[in-house]
């Protein structure tokens, strides 16, 4: 099956800087890669998501960029600010599939004012 | 659409005692996801169903969790008896079926303790 891997666990940045999150994923067959956001105390949501027949995809501050040959994928958000605080997970899948989800394992993004 | 609706958003109970959380996924929707989740483990599957039917429950930690689906609203996660080790955040996300849907619609949570 799918195995997914995040990294950092943790990220701490200063207000305006940039924030990277990155996953790798190990199923060639995965051609979905959404990103989660989770604020204290909500369940995750969707921000952003990617297929493979893209290299990149931007909204606004948020932009995802995937590699196929390498299997990774990475989360970009710039001129951070205090609301990016939450933990964010990636995820891979086969898009329109039966096949759900596989997670990461979450990195706790915290912008310092 | 008021989204996922779970109930209880907290719950503490005591070693050996039955818990259930509730869930009413987004009207619509055909798929029914149960997640848990800790600092430990991170974000599980626990089970899903397709149209109220269970499809992978291989996740599921142990015979003390069961989970139903009786109608197209309502899903509940049972655990009897419950552990300490089962503390966690469960949460409850559907989505709908179709070919060019995959994103999950989570609930808030339940947050459960067990003394």
């Known amino acids: 099956g799918e195995n997914v891997e995040q990294h950092p666990s943790t990220l701490s940045v200063q207000e305006g800087d940039s924030a990277v999150i990155k996953c790798t994923y190990s199923d060639s067959a995965s051609n979905y890669f959404p990103w989660y956001k989770q604020e204290l105390g909500k369940g995750p949501q969707l921000i952003i998501d990617i297929r493979s027949n893209v290299g990149e995809k931007k909204d606004q501050r948020i932009a995802v960029t995937l590699n196929k040959t390498a299997k990774h994928f990475s989360l970009h958000i710039t001129e951070t600010q205090p609301e990016d605080s939450a933990v964010y997970f990636c995820?891979?899948?086969?898009?329109?599939?039966?096949?759900?989800?596989?997670f990461g394992s979450g990195t706790q993004l915290t912008v310092l004012p | 659409d008021a989204g996922v609706i779970q109930s209880p958003r907290h719950e503490v109970t005591e070693m050996g005692q039955e818990v259930t959380l509730r869930c009413k996924p987004i009207s619509g929707h055909d798929y029914l996801f149960w997640y848990r989740q800790t600092m430990m483990r991170g974000l599980e599957l626990l089970i899903y169903?397709?149209?109220?039917?269970?499809?992978?429950d291989s996740g599921m930690p142990e015979d003390r969790f069961s989970a139903k689906m009786p109608n197209a609203s309502f899903s509940t996660l049972k655990i009897q008896p419950s552990e300490p080790r089962d503390s966690a955040v469960y949460f409850c996300?559907?989505?709908?079926?179709?070919?060019?849907?995959?994103?999950?619609?989570f609930g808030p949570g339940t947050r459960l303790t067990v003394l």
């Open positions: 996300a559907s989505r709908p079926t179709g070919g060019s849907y995959n994103e999950q619609f």
């Open positions: 995820a891979a899948s086969i898009f329109g599939s039966a096949r759900q989800l596989t």
């Open positions: 169903f397709n149209n109220n039917v269970p499809i992978d």
